[in-house]
Nanobody, 123 residues
């Protein structure tokens, strides 16, 4: 089992940067691919990025390619989402999640979720 806790959210101006972290507990962390999702008010939760078990492969939704970077540290049991050139429409609660499968975007493929961290991008 994996427990996940996100941090690093906050208020940032459009064009700014923010770094989100996800701290995991549980011995099985390195067995899981990790993903980041976001959910804006009144909208479905959407996939943002994922990284495989070893951290050697990553996958992004097209809208964030070149601006967001996902990484992981299996010793520290952390996953990071570095976000730059943020846009107001990216205001959302950001969640990290763990999956047995890499490169999947549907929420149903993820077994464990954090509580989320709010990111607000002002125009």
């Amino acid at each position: 089992q994996v427990q996940l806790v996100e941090s690093g959210g906050g208020l940032v101006q459009a064009g700014g940067s923010l770094r989100l972290s996800c701290a995991a507990s549980g011995r099985a962390f390195s067995n899981y691919a990790m993903g980041w999702f976001r959910q804006a008010p009144g909208k479905e939760r959407e996939f943002v990025a994922s990284i495989n078990w070893a951290g050697g492969s990553t996958y992004y939704v097209d809208s964030v390619k070149g601006r967001f970077t996902i990484s992981r540290d299996n010793i520290k049991k952390t996953v990071t989402l570095q976000m730059s050139s943020l846009k107001p429409e990216e205001t959302a609660v950001y969640y990290c999640a763990a999956s047995r499968v890499f490169m999947v975007t549907a929420t149903g493929h993820y077994d464990y979720w954090g509580q989320g961290t709010q990111v607000t991008v002002s125009s």
